[in-house]
């Protein structure tokens, strides 16, 4: 059932968080009590007797020198000498001690599922401020694009077609850092209540972190409506989400997806308005199960006409790209099939990009059993020696495609159709940011998938799109339709000036990062 406030909810996470200190100032009362204690009665572990006797070391012990050493006592070294001795044996057993320590995390990383690897990945990020962000990042021009392409999905799909809800909930299943919190402070509606998740720990930590010194500054700003936020450590994919009491009070169907056949409706009352995914859905391709795991806890939590969120790299991009090179390797010709760099064309010209008979890719038979032909470029006969991985990317960015897929059993299919739709693994390293094995979510397949579970899609644009929609290079306006359309269009122009994508008009984003953000497409469906 859905709170009829936030009243009802669980108090916050912040009540909580004050139990340390307190348990320090009480750790601290206790010990200057012992303290006082300690100085008019003995410890009971205090020595009172001489220590007992080293046991006899047994004769081929190194450090047993003395016993069975006959020869005149040794001269004592020069301090000097003996110091140095030590300072090297001090190096090797640090050098040997860091190698040990290498060995044990590459083979704690060979043993690690792919879901472990990106939480600890996640959790060893390191959290810089703002202002680095804004100044000393390489990545400046793409994390600032990243984020404004966010907001504009905030602000576009957050807004509920019929009349507010009394409460808006809004449920992140992939909050690292908190690094949205802003955002939805300053979405159309503010959320009565954001739930955050995230599999990595410490990064959950900073977004209470985060959450706490938003919380403070604006305790001064009097009128200024403020968000209730609580943050959870949760494997979003692996793990039901009705784990959570709080999603379970806001309103959660843990029936929700294809039972018996039958699609399963979104809650008429109760749920979240909106679930956002950014930057992270694409871990879940690792395995049918988690895939479905996600789907169903994306389903279970949204309200009838909730909205779906997120941006992942974009299959199309990535299909474009296997193909290319495996053809240029078989030395065939490119094909003209899709743009040079897998643009998503858009969908609709004219509206906000939703047209469900126009797929991007052709989705006539696609069937997930049906394995894609592996093209003699890719077939291992072929091939004499191993192959180096399939890798593209610039200066920023980087992504490792190994040829044997052993998840899928398959090699990089040539034709760019990834069937089965799960398992195809590749690396993706991005400067200051990502460095993990990441899945390729084919598009149709899975959109195919979000359909079993009420979610029909409404929106899907390529980064550079998105942008388009509000800026070309041209006089950077067009006509759209209606005038709340081009409000819109105005006050997302705007956005992009204050969030430093554009300045007085022209791209403040290079070259370079532009083509890093061309990997990736946003979109929005909604829960039937
Ligand atoms: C690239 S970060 C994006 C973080 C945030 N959404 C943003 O846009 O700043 C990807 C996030 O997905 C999280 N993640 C990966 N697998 C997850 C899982 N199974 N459950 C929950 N979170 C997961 C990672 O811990 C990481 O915080």
Redo the contacts with the bound molecule.
């Keep these: 059932m859905a709170p009829s406030s936030t009243a009802d909810l669980p108090p916050s996470n912040v009540s909580e968080r004050r139990q340390p200190n307190e348990r320090k100032r009480k750790r601290g009362s206790a010990l200057s009590s012992n303290n006082s204690t300690r100085t008019s009665t003995p410890h009971a572990y205090s020595r009172r007797s001489p220590p007992r006797q080293a046991p006899p070391k047994p004769a081929d012990d190194p450090e047993n020198e003395e016993e069975g050493d006959r020869s005149p006592p040794r001269k004592l070294k020069r301090p000097g000498q003996g110091a140095r001795i030590s300072r090297e044996q001090f190096e090797a057993r640090r050098r040997g001690q860091e190698e040990e320590d290498r060995q044990r995390l590459a083979e704690k990383q060979q043993n690690a599922t792919n879901?472990e690897l990106?939480?600890d990945h996640?959790?060893n990020v390191e959290q810089r401020g703002r202002q680095w962000r804004q100044t000393d990042s390489k990545i400046k021009g793409l994390r600032n694009l990243?984020n404004w392409i966010?907001s504009t999905l905030i602000q576009k799909f957050s807004r509920p077609e019929g009349p507010p809800p009394e409460h808006y909930f809004v449920l992140?299943?992939?909050?690292?850092?908190g690094?949205?919190i802003g955002k939805w402070e300053k979405a159309p509606i503010v959320p009565a209540l954001y739930v955050g998740?995230?599999?990595?720990d410490i990064?959950i930590n900073q977004a209470r972190g985060r959450y706490d010194e938003a919380l403070r500054k604006n305790r001064g700003r009097h009128g200024r409506q403020t968000m209730q936020a609580e943050f959870y450590v949760?494997?979003?994919?692996?793990q039901p989400l009705s784990n959570i009491e709080t999603i379970r009070k806001v309103g959660f169907n843990p029936n929700a997806g294809p039972a018996s056949g039958v699609i399963q409706p979104g809650m008429m009352s109760g749920g979240f308005h909106c679930v956002s995914?950014?930057?992270?859905l694409h871990?879940?391709f690792e395995s049918e199960d988690?895939v479905r795991g996600m789907l169903k806890n994306v389903a279970g939590a949204l309200v009838k006409r909730g909205r779906f969120i997120a941006v992942m790299p974009n299959s199309d991009v990535i299909s474009a790209q296997v193909m290319k090179l495996l053809r240029a390797e078989s030395g065939a010709e490119p094909t003209k099939e899709g743009s040079e760099d897998g643009e998503v064309e858009p969908e609709d010209d004219d509206s906000d990009g939703w047209d469900p008979e126009k797929p991007s890719e052709p989705a006539d038979d696609w069937d997930p059993e049906k394995p894609s032909e592996p093209t003699p470029a890719a077939l291992p006969e072929n091939n004499t020696a191993p192959k180096a991985p399939l890798e593209w990317g610039n200066s920023l960015y980087t992504v490792r495609f190994p040829r044997d897929q052993p998840l899928t059993q398959r090699q990089l299919p040539a034709d760019g159709v990834f069937r089965p739709p799960y398992g195809w693994k590749y690396h993706y390293q991005l400067e200051e940011?990502?460095d993990v094995p990441e899945f390729v979510v084919p598009w149709e397949g899975f959109r195919a998938l979000a359909e079993e579970y009420g979610l029909e899609l409404m929106y899907r644009k390529g980064f550079k799109e998105v942008l388009k929609e509000v800026w070309d290079e041209g006089d950077g306006t067009f006509p759209v339709d209606g005038e709340g359309a081009q409000r819109e269009q105005e006050d997302l122009r705007a956005l992009a000036e204050r969030m430093g994508v554009l300045k007085g008009g022209s791209l403040e984003v290079g070259d370079q990062d532009m083509e890093a953000a061309g990997f990736y497409h946003a979109f929005c469906f909604y829960k039937t």
């Design positions: 879901a990106a939480r996640y959790n990243n966010k992140d299943m992939a909050c690292g850092k690094g949205d998740c995230d599999i990595a990064s949760q494997d979003t994919f692996g995914m950014m930057f992270a871990y879940s988690l940011a990502v």
